[in-house]
């Protein structure tokens, strides 16, 4: 059983600065691409930004250049740091990855329980 656990979320004021973590536990084998993704009330799930085991990331438009994702293969944790925090960039955000457990390397999909990001005055 491989679990993603979330946390860092809260309350800041704009052009704050949060650091989400999303750790897995379990039995994994190995992690593929981890993502954060997010949602805000009454919107879709977005891809806010990924990161493939090769290291190469990917960023939504709307956070390039405020938010940086990273991973500590050691440790099976992924971050997001976010800088410049804007109100908007209020919402649940969630982890997802591929994580196999065993030899076979079948690499289902897994979602954290998500973490609340608000950002206000």
């Known amino acids: 059983q491989v679990q993603l656990v979330e946390s860092g979320g809260g309350l800041v004021q704009p052009g704050g600065s949060l650091r989400l973590s999303c750790a897995a536990s379990?039995?994994?084998?190995?992690?593929?691409?981890t993502a954060w993704y997010r949602q805000a009330p009454g919107k879709q799930r977005e891809l806010v930004a990924s990161?493939?085991?090769?290291?190469?990331?990917n960023y939504a438009d709307s956070v390039k250049g405020r938010f940086t994702i990273s991973r500590d293969n050691a440790k099976n944790t992924v971050y997001l740091q976010m800088n410049g925090l804007k109100p908007e960039d209020t919402a649940v955000y969630y982890c997802?990855?591929?994580?196999?457990?065993?030899?076979?390397?079948?690499?289902?999909?897994?979602w954290g329980q998500g973490t609340q990001v608000t950002v206000s005055s």
């Open positions: 379990g039995s994994i084998f190995r992690i593929y691409t």
């Open positions: 990161i493939r085991t090769s290291g190469t990331t």
């Open positions: 997802n990855a591929d994580i196999s457990t065993d030899y076979r390397d079948i690499a289902p999909n897994y």
